[in-house]
């Protein structure tokens, strides 16, 4: 066993797992601690606190090492970015044929971490998304637009019309009127006036909603957006978070 000055040293230098005390340590001279003393900052430490260097031990402790590293990191920042740039650069095709390798061989554990991500960080994702559309507002308008016209387009659309025609209920001029005559020209999720209004199925179509009166609400072209087939919890979820973060800014 450590004796007592060895296990108050551990304890102040945080090294708590005492099996990295070299073999030697563990004979019949335990009772008399096995030190050494640091070359940088002087200090005499357990054995414990020194990685290995060949046959021996490094001549400073791990703190210091470490403390060496971040200083170095960080007044050789731009130098060390240019090295990785000039590595990437030079072994572009053997790291795009490893991580293409890595990504078919990991494909469905990825896909559920980002999966996972992008719920953990609901918040920083539709933020992303939005930023991205201001930038490249012109670009995502026109994409879309021809995607529309596209074959794939006209399908969905089609198929979209086909889902909602075969829900239950019967979606009615009539319907629709009494729909929009309940909201009272507010929006139930943003509490702001309709100025050109959707109406939503609050459980969606392609998750089973119906065209029922009591699953239909006439809200903006906003929300109605934002909503796509999310749930109702989920959406009402993400416009609290939003709000949250509005009042803190």
């Not at 999966?115 to 609901?122: K, V």
């Not at 959707?198 to 239909?216: E, M, Q, R, Y």
Request: some cysteine.
């Amino acid at each position: 066993m450590i004796n007592g000055k060895a296990r108050q040293i551990c304890r102040k230098e945080g090294l708590l797992n005492f099996s990295a005390f070299p073999i030697k340590t563990r004979s019949k001279e335990l009772d008399m601690i096995q030190t050494k003393v640091c070359t940088r900052c002087d200090r005499e430490k357990p054995l414990g606190a020194f990685g290995k260097h060949g046959d021996g031990l490094r001549s400073r402790c791990r703190q210091c090492r470490s403390k060496i590293g971040a200083e170095y990191r960080a007044k050789n920042h731009r130098k060390i970015l240019r090295g990785k740039l000039v590595y990437r650069e030079s072994r572009r095709e053997e790291l795009c044929s490893k991580q293409k390798i890595y990504y078919q061989q990991h494909i469905k554990e990825r896909a559920e971490y980002y999966a996972q991500w992008r719920h953990d960080n609901l918040i920083k994702v539709k933020i992303n998304k939005r930023s991205y559309y201001l930038q490249h507002k012109e670009e995502a308008l026109a994409s879309s637009k021809v995607y529309k016209h596209s074959k794939k387009g006209r399908e969905a659309a089609i198929a979209d019309a086909h889902r909602r025609r075969l829900a239950g209920g019967h979606l009615s001029v009539d319907t629709i009127r009494e729909v929009k005559a309940k909201s009272n020209g507010l929006c139930p999720y943003c509490n702001q006036p309709i100025v050109n209004g959707h109406i939503d199925h609050i459980i969606p179509v392609i998750k089973g909603g119906t065209n029922d009166k009591d699953n239909l609400l006439y809200v903006c072209s906003i929300c109605n957006m934002r909503k796509g087939s999310k749930d109702l919890d989920e959406f009402l979820s993400t416009i609290t978070l939003v709000l949250r973060r509005n009042k803190t800014l």
